[in-house]
């Protein structure tokens, strides 16, 4: 009879190890978050949305630098500087010198143009040709052309520019190509301003989700307090909604992944006919698995802490009445 | 099982809920609280359950005195007892198994082992056949027992029960009773709040009688009567 059965176990509630328990009940729980979610398709879209589209602009930001300094890596030459030497400097000495500036650390290559070379060069493109014939003596010094370290900053590169021109047989150093320099510096400051706006885009991301959370919360505020009242804690209610959390910034960070892939793939053709007007092939850098990793690492993280602030906010207040 | 002494609830407009309270409830009772509301029953029960402190005096519930009870552990401390409402306290986005089984998940208990618990208590209330159903579809006194099981398939050794009856007709109320009197019977003790005085003399179970939160009499002489039944009209077998 149910009486026996009754009877036969006055025992307390026991239950099977912990870390089963502990690994069961998670993913029952992370079960039924993500049941909730696709029963609201729509508004759980709204909002995975709108975390895609703010973790995509950051990320899509990222990878446009990263283009952009490879591409401009590409121009080493275009940081070559020459030094102009004075008239006097006999072509052995200037040699010597080439060499000299040659072993030091932050100098890759140095390419020494005689001024007799430099004026045959001259004849030829100038278009002077015949009338640079009647010229009593070389009007030109000899070149020296340095080729910079490619571990030069920007900083580095001035610096060795200002050491060059201050040997007693340096004339003027000529740099023709300060464009590229303020190029990559103004790219460094994009990059940091990508950097702060993504901290931002970060904090937003958790007021979104934290946000959705409380509306979650304050729409199942009856469920809460029964199951409080039937002796659960705070952190078995709170359960639920960190994998809401957790799923809003998967699913997020996974819109937002496909929205840069597709964003990549609209700009594939665009780019090759650009490459292709200029002769040459440009690589377009695409997110390596690290940085997907880390995209989807940082989404999950941003909805776990959203979570977590609104559900302990919000949990402690409510206590059955 | 449940001792108060001396206990007063006062709430922050200065009334009085409790004004120094005292009485014991032994293991295995089934004791009633009676009186109008405002009364002070449901305080009563809201200071075992641990909802609301008492302003002073002690209330200790199976040997632990709830003072000691901290924030932190009210949650264990809620799972060793069963609790049965008025107003049922169902989820209603959940079918009838699920709703009883919550007490169960909330301890740990996985699924599938959970189960196995549910079924027998759902059967002890006569509704192991809706236990699919969701609880608006079931009548009130379906309802209530669906909370009944709710209370007790963590098999607890004190039930407290908050007007169980209080919306369901005559029929309905000596149903409900009877399932109690089963657990009772098996060694649960019972606290139940009501003021259907009728329904609680034909049962003859002890009664704690309040009047403005004072005891208003103990009517220890109907124990007696109330476990022979027989001065009831209810035959011993109808409890079944």
């Known amino acids: 009879m149910a009486m026996t059965r009754h009877s036969d176990a006055v025992a307390p509630v026991r239950s099977s190890g912990p870390m089963t328990t502990w690994l069961t009940r998670h993913i029952s729980t992370a079960i039924g978050s993500a049941g909730r979610l696709f029963r609201q398709p729509f508004a759980s879209l709204m909002i995975i949305l709108v975390i895609a589209v703010t973790l995509a602009i950051p990320a899509a930001a990222n990878l446009l630098i990263k283009n952009a300094l490879s591409i401009s890596s590409g121009w080493d030459n275009a940081l070559d500087f020459s030094i102009y030497l004075h008239r006097g400097i006999s072509e052995s000495d200037a040699l010597d010198l080439a060499q000299l500036i040659a072993q030091r650390a932050d100098v890759a290559a140095v390419d020494f143009v005689s001024a007799g070379d430099a004026l045959e060069q001259f004849k030829q493109q100038s278009g002077f040709g015949e009338a640079l014939d009647h010229l009593s003596e070389n009007p030109l010094p000899h070149t020296l052309i340095v080729r910079p370290g490619p571990s030069n900053s920007v900083q580095s590169m001035i610096l060795l520019q200002e050491e060059l021109g201050n040997l007693p047989e340096a004339d003027i150093v000529q740099v023709d190509t300060e464009w590229v320099q303020r190029f990559h510096a103004i790219l460094d400051i994009v990059r940091q301003a990508i950097v702060i706006g993504a901290a931002l885009l970060g904090v937003a991301i958790i007021v979104i989700i934290g946000n959705t959370i409380r509306l979650d919360i304050q729409n199942r505020h009856e469920e809460i307090e029964v199951t409080k009242l039937i002796g659960a804690s705070n952190a078995f209610v709170r359960r639920p909604f960190l994998w809401s959390g957790f799923w809003y910034g998967l699913f997020g960070s996974l819109l937002a992944l496909a929205l840069v892939q597709y964003g990549l793939f609209l700009l594939e053709q665009p780019i090759a006919r650009l490459a292709g007007l200029y002769q040459s092939s440009i690589t377009v850098l695409t997110l390596t698995g690290g940085e997907i990793l880390s995209l989807l690492g940082i989404g999950v993280a941003l909805g776990l802490i959203g979570s977590w602030f609104a559900a302990t906010r919000h949990m402690r207040r409510i206590e059955p009445r | ?240």
């Open chain 2, 1 to 240: 099982m449940i001792r108060l002494e001396d206990v007063t609830k006062r709430f922050p407009g200065g009334q009085e809920a409790l004004s120094g309270l005292s009485f014991s409830i032994d293991k295995g009772e089934m004791v009633f609280v009676t009186g109008h509301s405002g009364a002070g029953k449901s305080t009563l029960l809201r200071l075992i359950a641990l909802i609301d402190r008492p302003t002073s005096g002690q209330v200790i519930v199976d040997g632990q005195n709830t003072r000691r009870v901290t924030r932190r552990m009210i949650p264990a401390y809620r799972r060793q007892i069963g609790m049965v409402f008025q107003d049922h306290k169902l989820l209603y986005d959940r079918p009838v198994f699920d709703n009883v089984a919550l007490p169960l998940i909330i301890a740990g208990m996985g699924y599938r082992e959970a189960g196995r618990r549910v079924r027998p208590a759902l059967e002890q209330v006569g509704l192991l056949h809706k236990e699919k159903q969701r609880p608006e579809t079931l009548s009130a006194g379906e309802q209530q027992r669906v909370g009944i099981a709710r209370a007790i398939v963590t098999r607890p050794k004190l039930l407290i029960a908050d007007e169980p009856t209080g919306n369901l007709d005559p029929d309905l109320s000596l149903e409900v009773m009877r399932i109690f009197r089963r657990f009772n019977e098996v060694g649960v003790t019972l606290l139940i709040a009501s003021h259907d005085i009728s329904l609680i003399d034909r049962l003859g179970c002890r009664r704690i009688a309040l009047e403005e939160g004072r005891l208003a009499r103990t009517t220890d002489d109907d124990i007696d009567a109330g476990y022979s039944s027989s001065e009831a009209g209810l035959d011993p077998e109808a409890w079944r």
